[in-house]
């Protein structure tokens, strides 16, 4: 149980363009979303929580209106970089959480370059 | 605010013998979960061992066992009879009454043939 689908696993872009990731949950429902940036070498920093139907919650110095995160249902939420610049390039994994796992699963990653 | 702390950055560790890596935290709350992930090559953030801080029993999984020590904020991971594949960076994480999950700054772990 607890199978998180990431995609897409890298992606590259150019400066200014606008790039989406989804996460779905596929055998159980996310009431809650976590977004995580993982920069190389280091540990996974909190970016935003966001919970079905609802705004997302986002981390102090974390943009909101750079990272956009939508969670309309409980199996599926995007994340999108809006107007990329190449500080933003990282590695960004999500974790969808339900009330059936105690043990927060993750989604696989993506890396995104930005050029 | 809660903290982690992982005081080894890197390990190493022969094939087949034992290691133990150290974590502390530190909260003013009296019901939480601990974590230890593993986070391969691959970046694929995998669930090693779990801990229910009310819970005095050590969680064990297999070759992986931890030492919770809740009046000392301390929850070491031992992993016995190392292998090749237990090469990765290793995550100790706490996870607070908000259900956020913050993590320590992870321990690389080599394991040599």
């Known amino acids: 149980g607890a199978v998180v689908s990431q995609h897409p696993s890298w992606v590259i872009c150019k400066s200014g363009t606008s790039v989406k990731i989804e996460c779905r949950s596929l055998?159980?429902?996310?009431?809650?979303m976590f977004w995580y940036r993982q920069f190389p070498k280091q540990s996974l920093m909190l970016m935003a929580t966001?919970?079905?139907?609802?705004?997302?919650?986002?981390e102090q110095g974390v943009e909101k209106d750079k990272f956009l995160i939508n969670h309309a249902s409980l199996t599926l939420s995007t994340l999108t970089v809006t107007s990329a610049h190449p500080e933003d390039s990282s590695f960004y994994i999500c974790?969808?959480?339900?009330?059936?796992?105690?043990?927060?699963?993750f989604g696989s990653g993506t890396r995104l370059t930005v050029v | 605010a809660q903290t982690v702390t992982q005081s080894q950055p890197e390990m190493s560790v022969q094939e087949a013998e034992t290691v133990t890596l150290s974590c502390t935290y530190d909260?003013?709350?009296?019901?939480?979960?601990l974590f230890w992930y593993k986070q391969p090559p691959s970046r694929q953030m995998i669930l090693v061992i779990r801990q229910e801080a009310y819970k005095q029993q050590n969680a064990t999984e297999n070759r992986f066992s931890v030492n919770f020590q809740k009046a000392a904020k301390s929850f070491s991971l031992k992993i016995s009879d190392s292998q090749l594949g237990d090469a990765a960076m290793y995550f100790c994480?706490?996870?607070?009454?908000?259900?956020?999950?913050?993590f320590g700054k992870g321990t690389r772990l080599h394991i040599l043939p």
């Open positions: 055998d159980f429902q996310a009431t809650t």
């Open positions: 966001s919970n079905e139907g609802s705004k997302a919650t986002y």
């Open positions: 974790s969808p959480y339900g009330t059936a796992n105690y043990g927060y699963t």
């Open positions: 909260t003013s709350e009296s019901d939480y979960y």
């Open positions: 994480a706490y996870r607070n009454r908000d259900d956020k999950i913050i």
